[in-house]
T-cell receptor, first 115, second 115 residues
Framework: GAGVSQSPSNKVTEKGKDVELRCDPISGHTALYWYRQSLGQGLEFLIYFQGNSAPDKSGLPSDRFSAERTGGSVSTLTIQRTQQEDSAVYLC?????????????FGPGTRLTVL | AQTVTQSQPEMSVQEAETVTLSCTYDTSENNYYLFWYKQPPSRQMILVIRQEAYKQQNATENRFSVNFQKAAKSFSLKISDSQLGDTAMYFCAFTPSGGYQKVTFGTGTKLQVIP
């Protein structure tokens, strides 16, 4: 596709429910990142995928958060038993490869609201 | 651990004027990359400008330029001839060079261009 796409654009859920957020990267981009952006905060790194290598999960805030990337393309971020503090915009970004001097291309984000 | 500090949560500038956004960072690395990203309201984050630490010459991209002071660990963004379309959140970001490293973002500066 022309750019990174994310779905849904908005998600409202009840506390305790599970949610799944999707990211479709730019074709050919091997590196994929998930970030969380809370109001008034910068971007908080969550997880990084690079090709077939084991992902860097060091930014996941708790074991309720998980992510996978199937076939090196689409990625899903799953939040189990959502809490109100999970409310934020979740951004996906991709880049050509693991070399971080390369530009990251961001998706429009998914705004998650946990009631 | 690296940190990126943007001390100006909000700024405003008159259209056609010049504005400077500040960014400081802390690192023990000698080689690294610095970025400014722009996030317009309800739109995707895009790269504005990139600086490589080993280059002494300040990067420029049309109306955008940086003042990179390596010894002071300062990386400010100057926007000349401000336009209404420059209204956005601006994030400063840092990554060490040399293979995979996480990108660390600042908390952002909200810039309002006033007509």
């Amino acid at each position: 596709g022309a750019g990174v796409s994310q779905s849904p654009s908005n998600k409202v859920t009840e506390k305790g429910k599970d949610v799944e957020l999707r990211c479709d990267p730019i074709s050919g981009h091997t590196a994929l990142y998930w970030y969380r952006q809370s109001l008034g905060q910068g971007l908080e790194f969550l997880i990084y995928f690079q090709g077939n290598s084991a992902p860097d999960k060091s930014g996941l805030p708790s074991d309720r958060f998980s992510a996978e990337r199937t076939g090196g393309s689409v990625s899903t971020l799953t939040i189990q038993r959502t809490q109100q503090e999970d409310s934020a915009v979740y951004l996906c970004a991709t880049s050509k490869d693991r070399d971080l001097q390369n530009e990251q291309f961001f998706g429009p984000g998914t705004r998650l609201t946990v009631l | 651990a690296q940190t990126v500090t943007q001390s100006q949560p909000e700024m405003s500038v008159q259209e056609a004027e010049t504005v400077t956004l500040s960014c400081t960072y802390d690192t023990s690395e000698n080689n690294y990359y610095l970025f400014w990203y722009k996030q317009p309201p309800s739109r995707q984050m895009i790269l504005v400008i990139r600086q490589e630490a080993y280059k002494q010459q300040n990067a420029t991209e049309n109306r955008f330029s940086v003042n990179f002071q390596k010894a002071a660990k300062s990386f400010s963004l100057k926007i000349s001839d401000s336009q209404l379309g420059d209204t956005a959140m601006y994030f400063c970001a840092f990554t060490p060079s040399g293979g995979y490293q996480k990108v660390t973002f600042g908390t952002g500066t909200k810039l309002q261009v006033i007509p």
